[in-house]
């Protein structure tokens, strides 16, 4: 069975901080892929990154960093230099294969304060 | 970019009654689709899987005859929710997927209000 945990419930930052979001997984598949997800007050989630398994290397999109290691079953993300746009609730998730059911973790309530 | 909508955005209905919920992949032919449910402050938990043509696939613990779920064409599932109770009230969000070696693509979600 897949398990994603995200034990942090809440974190409040002020603007300008850097925040990591941690994200572990369990799965007995040997090829898997990951998820970020933001979901603003909207509902509507809002894709932000898919990595697959054999690819290690982490990725940086302007704020945003993910960091994937695979023998400690984590997939953290970073926001750099937070701003108050970047509130919402995030959620990692894992599936099988890229386009399969996902599995989320409980999320992180990410709040910037001005 | 791969859209998927979701119809209607939000209702309100009364105990006892029916709803559909549908779920429409707008310019791409999604051979499976997958219906979600949030409730608040909760995490996404997957009900069911549903492949165009074939039956559903409900995930343990789903009453598979209160959510009726059906994948009539490449690019529309309905989800009904039948006999709502308040108990029901929840964020109902529905992803596509036009399978191997696409991706996956979510409805902006329909929430649900039982009175």
């Known amino acids: 069975a897949q398990k994603v945990t995200q034990a942090q419930t809440e974190i409040s930052v002020v603007e300008k901080e850097d925040v990591t979001l941690d994200c572990v997984y369990e799965t007995r598949d040997t090829t898997y892929y990951l998820f970020w997800y933001k979901q603003p007050p909207s509902g509507e989630l809002v894709f932000l990154i898919r990595r697959n398994s054999f690819d290690e290397q982490n990725e940086i999109s302007g704020r945003y960093s993910w960091n994937f290691q695979k023998s400690t079953s984590s997939f953290n993300f970073t926001i750099t230099a937070s701003q108050v746009v970047d509130s919402a609730v995030y959620f990692c998730?894992?599936?099988?294969?890229?386009?399969?059911?996902?599995?989320f973790g409980q999320g992180t309530i990410l709040t910037v304060h001005p | 970019g791969a859209v998927v909508s979701q119809h209607p955005s939000w209702v309100i209905c009364k105990s006892g009654t029916s709803v559909k919920i549908e779920c429409r992949s707008l310019?791409?032919?999604?051979?499976?689709m997958f219906w979600y449910r949030q409730f608040p402050k909760q995490s996404l938990m997957l009900m069911a899987t549903s492949n165009e043509g074939s039956k559903a696939t409900y995930e343990q613990g789903v009453e598979k005859d209160k959510f009726l779920i059906n994948h009539a064409s490449l690019t529309l599932s309905t989800l009904t929710v039948t006999s709502a109770h308040p108990e029901d009230s929840s964020f109902y969000i529905c992803?596509?997927?036009?399978?191997?070696?696409?991706?996956?693509?979510f409805g902006p979600g329909t929430r649900l209000t039982v009175t």
């Open positions: 992803s596509a997927s036009p399978g191997s070696g696409g991706e996956q693509y």
């Open positions: 310019d791409f032919q999604a051979t499976t």
């Open positions: 998730a894992l599936s099988a294969t890229s386009y399969g059911k996902l599995t």
